[in-house]
């Protein structure tokens, strides 16, 4: 028999009913007067609310540039320093408080406060100096989630040197492209960390990516524990950090005030090629944007103790881990370890520890939180005033089970749509203003000014419930400033499809997100997922064609197709459809060639989940692959028009193969 309390909640979801934010959290929010809206509109000089949550060294003259577009400038004329404002400004009102709260997976604990931070900031970024390093060099991060990566961020922004993180699950294959592509002469790695209980090493991810570079840049080596771990081999070439900031003892460092449109960071992303680019975030946008919308989206205080179970190595972890919260003063929480170990209540006794009051995970960890069950929630005395999801859409049964589990029906839920390049929220309720709706992102966030167009390039009547491709008309603070490099790919990528790129109007542009969205009736965005070829694994963003063109890195390959396959905890996965060279067999090696091609390439993250051997794959006359074709077959879908095919015979034969395994 259903609880009756589940019954409630399920046909109030049936009925696609909202759910309404407690008085309670009203009663406290930071927004809780509509009138947001009215003055983010007073565009672009809204936007100066959130510039105006910083310190500035020089007050901006201009709120937008938009002289060049596609090329925005965003409070030019201002200065700041990121550093300064995530830490020297706090410390005459909380040089005691926490500001990274960091729990490794042993139990070891830091508790970073302000004043300890500003410390190591200094001293690293004395140290970064003395090895060379100077203003607007990019150095290159391979770090895990323990707390000398936020260190070596802020230390970066406080000399004017714009810091280009690499997820630590990408392999040497993977940092050795970002090293080259960004001109970048420092890496900053470490010997190594925890995962499951394993220590692993991680400095032998540079040893191999320094084979691979075109230059010859300088490694410097955190060590995770006071000394190198005893199994790792640290090369005599490289630097370790524990000797600079011995030289540096004390040292403080002025943080150098940089333009706002100097860059701040680069983030890879994977995008329609084989090859990432470099989002570039600039320093005056950037930082007032995310600032502003921790402050108005995830309604942090100084005095709450957040947490952002995020990987800092992506882009919700520079935005919502390290720079939003710490520009406000919050309390920071950071978990080095998986959610499982050594049990599967490790996230929940976390939680319970530290006395969270803000809580930001991913639809694919809530599903799995799902799936493990209630029971290893239960028992632990945790109280969520907000929660956030980001990274997929969250399917209305994972949204109730989050409400009602973790949230004991009395935390706000807000779903917020972004991207790497949009540096912030774009989409997203404001929680104590609109009402939650499971499965919706709900309204755009003030001053963001969505829309949805057809193919054509038409927009499409708001609000009438139809589905369209997803652009941003306005610029806004947070968003890319360019790729690194590559003007011409920025605009061919984002900007091209749906603007006049002739026009130096401002109005004519329309910056394409590469989602599909629905806009419903209630002005509620429903966001679809991709329409290009990348694919969410897990909330992490993969390329069909980087994927594509490591399996082909293996020499048994002569063709190979990857598509997406959906999935019920991982939300998709990668199917990899493989034509082998003649005279090969398919066979367990070769299956394990193709998988350490993608490791080697990509990271284990990325691994696929089937490897299909075929003899053919569907292609058109002119030879261009069908993938939607095998994407069909890998989610066992009716197969869409199959008449353009050389041999329409070619997917049924390989949909009996799937079925045959
Ligand atoms: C922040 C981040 C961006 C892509 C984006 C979209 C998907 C992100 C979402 C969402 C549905 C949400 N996405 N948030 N889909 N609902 N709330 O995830 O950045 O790694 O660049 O991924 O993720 O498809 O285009 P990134």
Redesign the pocket.
């Known amino acids: 028999m259903v609880e009756p309390e589940e019954s409630k909640l399920e046909s109030r979801l049936r009925e696609q009913e909202y759910f309404r934010p407690s008085s309670k959290f009203v009663g406290q929010a930071n927004v809780s007067d509509p009138a947001v809206y009215d003055r983010f509109d007073e565009f672009p000089g809204g936007f100066e609310e959130y510039a105006e949550l910083l310190d500035w060294d020089e007050h901006w003259d201009q709120v937008l540039d938009a002289s060049n577009p596609p090329f925005y400038g965003w409070f030019t004329g201002g200065k700041l320093n990121a550093s300064y404002n995530c830490i020297d400004r706090h410390l005459e009102e909380r040089k005691d408080q926490t500001a990274l709260l960091w729990e490794g997976e042993h139990g070891e604990v830091r508790r970073i406060a302000y004043q300890d931070l500003y410390r190591e900031v200094n001293e690293l970024a004395a140290a970064l100096r003395a090895a060379g390093v100077e203003e607007d060099d990019v150095v290159t991060l391979h770090l895990p989630m323990v707390p000398a990566l936020p260190i070596t961020m802020l230390a970066c922004a406080r000399i004017g040197a714009p810091h280009s993180e690499v997820f630590a699950g990408f392999s040497a294959s993977a940092l050795a492209d970002r090293v080259d592509n960004a001109d970048s002469e420092y890496v900053v790695t470490i010997d190594g960390y925890y995962r499951r209980g394993e220590f692993l090493d991680h400095v032998e991810k540079a040893d191999a990516a320094m084979e691979e570079v075109d230059g010859d840049p300088e490694v410097l080596v955190w060590s995770r524990h006071d000394e190198v771990h005893e199994d790792v081999e640290v090369s005599d070439d490289y630097t370790l950090v524990s000797d600079l900031l011995e030289e540096h003892d004390r040292e403080t460092v002025e943080p150098v005030p940089r333009d706002a449109e100097d860059p701040l960071f680069l983030m890879y ?1 994977s995008g329609t090629t084989g090859k990432p680019k470099g989002c570039q975030h600039r320093t005056g946008g950037y930082l007032s944007y995310v600032t502003g919308t921790s402050k108005y989206v995830l309604d942090l205080k100084p005095e709450d103790t957040y947490w952002c179970a995020a990987d800092i190595g ?3 972890g520079h935005s919502y881990i390290v720079y939003g919260p710490l520009a406000l003063g919050t309390t920071s929480v950071m978990y080095e370890g998986a959610p499982d170990f050594p049990h599967k209540s490790r996230i929940w006794e976390i939680a319970e520890k530290y006395d969270v009051d803000v809580f930001h995970t991913s639809p694919t960890a809530v599903r799995q939180f799902m799936k493990w069950g209630p029971e290893y929630i239960e028992g632990y005395d945790f109280d969520f005033r907000h929660m956030t ?6 399917q209305p049964e994972a949204w109730l089970w989050y409400y009602k589990h973790i949230g004991d029906e009395e935390a706000v839920i807000v ?7 949009t540096g912030g929220h774009l989409i997203t309720n404001l929680p104590a203003l609109e009402d939650m709706k499971p499965g919706s ?1 709900g309204l755009p966030a003030p001053g963001i000014d969505p829309a949805l167009l057809d193919d054509e390039g038409e927009e499409i009547e708001p609000a009438t419930g139809q589905a369209g491709n997803l652009v941003i008309k306005r610029p806004w603070p947070g968003m890319l400033q360019t790729v690194y490099g590559d003007d011409e790919r920025f605009i061919d990528e984002y900007w091209v499809d749906f603007s006049d790129t002739d026009s130096d109007d401002w109005r004519d542009w329309n910056y394409k ?3 599909g969205a629905v806009h419903e009736r209630d002005g509620y965005f429903r ?1 679809l ?2 329409l290009d070829d ?1 694919m ?1 694994v897990a ?3 993969l390329g069909t064609m980087e994927l594509e063109s490591a399996v082909s890195e293996v020499e048994d390959v002569a063709e190979a197709a990857v598509v997406s396959r959906e999935h019920a905890e991982k939300g998709e996965v990668p199917d990899v459809y493989v034509i082998l060279r003649e005279g090969v067999e398919e066979s367990e090696e070769v299956r394990g060639r193709i998988v350490g091609a993608v490791e080697d390439e990509i990271g284990k993250f990325a691994r696929p989940a089937n490897i299909v051997f075929v003899d053919d794959l569907p292609k058109t006359r002119s030879g261009k692959i069908m993938r939607r074709l095998l994407e069909n077959i890998s989610n066992d879908d009716e197969l869409g028009d199959t008449t353009t095919l050389r041999d329409p015979s070619v997917p049924e034969t390989i949909r009996e193969r799937v079925q045959g395994d």
Do not use: L, M, S, Y
């Open positions: 992303t992506w882009i919700t999801t980001v990274g997929e859409p969250i779903d917020t749509w972004w991207q790497t390049e992102a997100a590469g989602d966001i997922g991709r990348v969410n909330g992490h963003r």
